[in-house]
């Protein structure tokens, strides 16, 4: 499969970039489809890059028709919780329209392959742990609505215009590849890590945990944290996978849960001075654990994370954030 052309849907954003590095690692040959409203095109090195929304359907499906790819990857996401409640008219348009507009694109081309970036807010306040892809679905926000309404287009395009598709629902992406220049740089940061590492490095003056009264061992919310270059092996082990099967829904996570005091620990540890953050309210919506049953995807894509370790996963953070205190576009 090596040399295959494939297209990577917001592959300058987090997530895309680390799968794009690890594609062209593998040998295949990658095309990159990214508006760049939360991207960074110095993310990407060594591909074909189209500044294009998909939204767009018309230049998108143009794009399609002049191109074969053997997959497309769909990263390309609005992907804040809060956001999403406050402005579900962004979600519905950027996730659910974009993903009809990348599907019906797909359908006229004859392109019949996707691999879609899901996620655990599919499964809403789970009421068994760890999460098994069976759980009920019961998304409690607008981002977590969009992404199974995508997942259902998946089922109804997949099983009506033979389009081979995998749902990977990941939990929570962590981690970087310093050494190729890649990090994670969002703005704004809502994610745990990060934004530990940023207070350690006295880039943010404060470090707010939201809640220390849920019912965990610490009282502050759990959290599984998985690798993005482990996410980016699970989908390339998916593209393989549909070569098989018809249709993929998998969990992506560890199986192991971490408080966000034990993750501010680590960051302690890893920079030898214990940090102090405060307590703020709750953030609606976060519901007190979420931790993946990821024995299924183990089973199917016959994969294993192992760079997902904590400490590890600190380490490269504080690596790249030293070395990009202003993230990708320079000096803070
Ligand atoms: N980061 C996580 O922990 C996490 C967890 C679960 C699921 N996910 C999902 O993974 C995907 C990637 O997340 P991320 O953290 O890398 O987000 P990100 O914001 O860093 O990346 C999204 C990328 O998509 C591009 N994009 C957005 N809308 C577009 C459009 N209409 N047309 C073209 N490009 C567009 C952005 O410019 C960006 O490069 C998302 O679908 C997200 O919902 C992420």
Known sequence: MPNTEILVIGGAGYVGSHFVLHALKQ?????????LSTGHRSALKDVRFFEGDLNDRGEFQEHLAGNRYHTIFHFAASCLVGESVSNPAKYYE???????????????????????????????????LPIREDHAKNPISPYGKTKLAIEWMLEDYGAAYDIRWAALRYFNAAGCEPDDGLGEDHDPETHLIPNVVRHALGLDPKLVIFGNDYPTPDGTCIRDYIHVTDLAEAHVAAMRKLEEVSQIRLNLGTGRGLSNLQVVEGVSRACGRKLGPVFGPRRPGDPPELVADPGEAFR????????????????????????HPGGYSGPP
């Open 27 to 35: 040998g295949f040959s990658v095309q990159v489809w990214d508006n």
């Open 94 to 128: 950027n996730n659910v329209l974009a993903a009809f507009n990348m599907l019906e694109a797909m359908r006229r081309t004859n392109h019949d392959r996707v691999v879609f970036s899901s996620t655990c807010s599919v499964y809403g306040l789970p009421d068994k």
């Open 300 to 323: 199917t894509l016959q994969w294993h994370p192992h760079r997902s370790d904590l400490d590890r996963i600190v380490a490269e953070v504080l690596r790249w954030m030293s070395d």
